[in-house]
């Protein structure tokens, strides 16, 4: 690698967006990572003034790299390293009101899904 970069997952490590090395590799891997703007292998090198995406739990996290971290660092570090460009999460009373099934509980029924279709607007 050039002086002045670092690879991707071993940064993302660094400054603790995920706890471990093969989870940024699999995130990487996965397609959950994009370095200015464009899917990132884990071994993508990155430098100062590169935008980061990353996909965690639905949401994107857009991060601009400060620092470059080979080895991770503590919690008030790792902050320095990066800005944090996200949108803000969505409120919790949102998201309450989303119409949910029980994960396991099969298909619904006729007279379940009318209803469903009913709470969505849908006629």
């Not at 471990?20 to 090198?45: D, I, L, M, P, W």
């Amino acid at each position: 690698m050039a002086a002045g970069t670092v690879r991707v997952d071993s940064w993302l490590w660094a400054v603790r967006i995920y706890k471990t090395r093969s989870a940024a590799t699999t995130g990487c891997r996965a397609g959950h990572v994009k370095v200015n703007g464009e899917r990132a292998k884990a071994a993508q090198a990155i430098k100062r003034g590169d935008e980061v995406r990353v996909r965690i739990a639905g949401f994107d996290r857009i991060l601009s790299v400060n620092e470059l971290l080979v080895k991770r660092v503590s919690p008030a570090i790792a902050a320095t390293a990066y800005v944090d460009n996200s949108p803000p999460l969505p409120a919790p009373e949102e998201t309450a009101f989303i119409p949910r099934r029980d994960r396991g509980a099969g298909r619904p029924t006729k007279r379940e899904r009318r209803d469903i279709d009913r709470l969505l607007g849908r006629s």
